[in-house]
């Protein structure tokens, strides 16, 4: 199994362009989720989803969108980037809901000049 | 909304030494999970505690959780250079609030 994989690895946008960071999992997992990692925050929730069809919103959604067509993939896009969105986002996917052990992508690092 | 937080201090330490780190958190929980991550890397899950455990063990780590006091630690003995990473407590109130609450992380380095 590969995992979770998200694509692209590094991405440099520039202020008001849109672009879709990719993530998708070949374990069947129920639960799928995004988060930003900026220093000295943590993680923090975007966008997290409990089945295909279902998603909902995290801690800091604004200026982001997702959808969950198949069980596979959870893109998480960004409308009109902001350097504010300048971040490492991970993916992460677990059996069933959020009280199961999750398993990370590697990470897309955003900068957004 | 809950949050797990680590007391922020990096830490330093020998290899060999034990190394703790603690996390406290604000509301009622269901679960408590700690990651591990490498710089530059994505977070690896080390160990899952419930609320109603109160200490569990896995290789050289050793997780307690105190729900009266809202804290949990995480132990790692006999320390190795390959320790060296951030470490970060995650929280969830279970009851369909499916959101999981990340801490800010600790920073562990081991000196060989």
């Known amino acids: 199994n590969a995992g979770v994989t998200q694509t692209p690895k590094f991405q440099v946008l520039k202020t008001g362009q849109s672009m879709t960071l990719q993530c998708a999992q070949d374990m069947n997992h129920e639960y799928m989720s995004w988060y930003r990692q900026d220093p000295g925050m943590g993680l923090r929730l975007i966008h997290y989803s409990v089945g295909a069809g279902i998603t909902d919103q995290g801690e800091v959604p604004n200026g982001y969108n997702v959808s969950r067509s198949t069980t596979e993939d959870f893109p998480l896009r960004l409308l009109s980037a902001a350097p504010s969105q300048t971040s490492v986002y991970f993916c992460?996917?677990?059996?069933?809901?959020?009280?199961?052990?999750?398993?990370f992508g590697p990470g897309t690092r955003l900068t957004v000049t | 909304s809950q949050q797990g937080e680590e007391d922020p201090q990096a830490l330093s330490i020998q290899e060999g030494e034990n190394a703790t780190m603690n996390c406290s958190y604000k509301t009622s929980i269901n679960n408590l999970q700690w990651y591990r991550q490498n710089s530059g890397r994505g977070l690896v899950h080390l160990i899952l505690?419930?609320?109603?455990?109160r200490e569990k063990h896995s290789g050289r780590l050793r997780v307690t959780l105190d729900t009266s006091k809202k804290s949990s630690s995480l132990l790692i003995t006999a320390s190795r250079a390959a320790d060296t990473a951030s470490y970060f407590c995650?929280?969830?109130?279970?009851?369909?609030?499916?959101?999981?609450?990340f801490g800010k992380g600790n920073q562990v380095v081991v000196i060989p």
């Open positions: 992460a996917s677990s059996y069933r809901q959020v009280g199961y052990e999750q398993y």
């Open positions: 505690i419930r609320s109603n455990e």
């Open positions: 995650a929280t969830d109130a279970g009851y369909g609030n499916n959101r999981l609450a």
